[in-house]
């Protein structure tokens, strides 16, 4: 028996034994978030695993992919259309011309000051104009009622449809980025990306217009055909169903929710293992691992480095899109605070690296295992202080301890990286 196979069927009786002695609930929850961050995990292990690349960004692509549900499926505000869309059109369009016409300049002109000059101009009369356009309009939208709305909404349209607009929204910022920052070296790429990604947080938690900053976006529809509990629970065909196998209603009506997104999330994840299987063994992939082991080798080849890196930049960002679109649509709200590093970048570089950098089934096996992990422990852990601290006598120590029980998944993610890069430092499955 294959090793892959042996721990990937200890993981399926790690999740099985979770929901027979807490609750089906808690391990349909954990896996939902597996498979989720399975999927960043596999676009985190197309850009290092591949080509090498060291994204600390993945912060920002999962935010991105989150702000596409709002653009796409929130209902408009039509008032604040009214006040001012067209203005935030009309700028942002101004502003996409002033950077389309300076690289036009900068291309076409020889190098020297007269070039530096006439793109500087440009960039300052493009930009006065860009904030004459937009600031009124950006007013008049963000005072529309902003207890409850501030904002332009979306288009309503079907959540689903705001998976693919995710990865391409993340695709396009990864171009955008790739074109500036991917001529930098591994420990400079690293720090650049993880700067943009705040810099994408930083915006969507200021620009009310856009998606109600820190006030956040609720009632967001979910993916067809996920029903709502509620909805269920006052169904009567349901009802009969849950009664005759001596169900409770409330409990029953949540799992069928978690397993509709069980088998949603297993079909987008199931595809993209497939086609990164057959693309880590084509031609293709095979290049781009010669390019990832030595850069002025397959340079001296033909090989243009900086394009497959960039090819590859987009690719791994666009799979993050996605992945943040639909755990922004299961979740039925937008929380830009609620995106931080720890959770969104390097929890998910852990991910890849405990399973396995290169290989793409053990990107899967690094989400799943480290994500029961990282919720299995933040439950248990108030239980198990309160057991270890039961000779301390009550008072603020024992209290502090107690309240501090669920930072132990952070020890515990640290403890599980640290043996793992000890006894097997290639993860759990090594690239072949």
Known sequence: MSRSAVLFSALTLLYISTGIIFSWNLA???LIMGLLSSIMALGVNIQLGYAGLFNTGIMGFTALGGLAVVLVSAQPVVAGWNAGGPGILAGLLLGAATLALTIFIWNRMATGRVRILITIIILIIGFILFRTVIDPAIIAVETNDPASYGNLGGLGLPSLLAWPVGGLLAAVAAWAIGKTALGLRSDYLAIATLGIAEIIVAVMRNEDWLARGVKNIDELPRPWPVPYEVVLQKDPSFIDWALRWGFDTVTSSTIIVKLCYVVMFSLVLLPLIWLSERALHSPWGRMMRAI???????????????????QIFILGSSIV??????????EGQLIPGAYNPLRFTFLIWVMAIVGGSGNNWGSVLGGLLISWLWLIVESLGPGLMIILTNGIPDG???THLVESAPHMRLLTLGVILLVVLRFSPRGLIPEK
């Open 28 to 30: 349909l929850s954990i």
């Open 292 to 310: 990832r082991d030595n850069e002025v080798a397959a340079s001296a080849m033909g090989k243009n480095v900086t394009k497959r890196h960039l």
């Open 321 to 330: 899109g996605i992945a943040g679109a639909m755990m922004t649509s299961m």
């Open 396 to 398: 603020w120590l024992k």
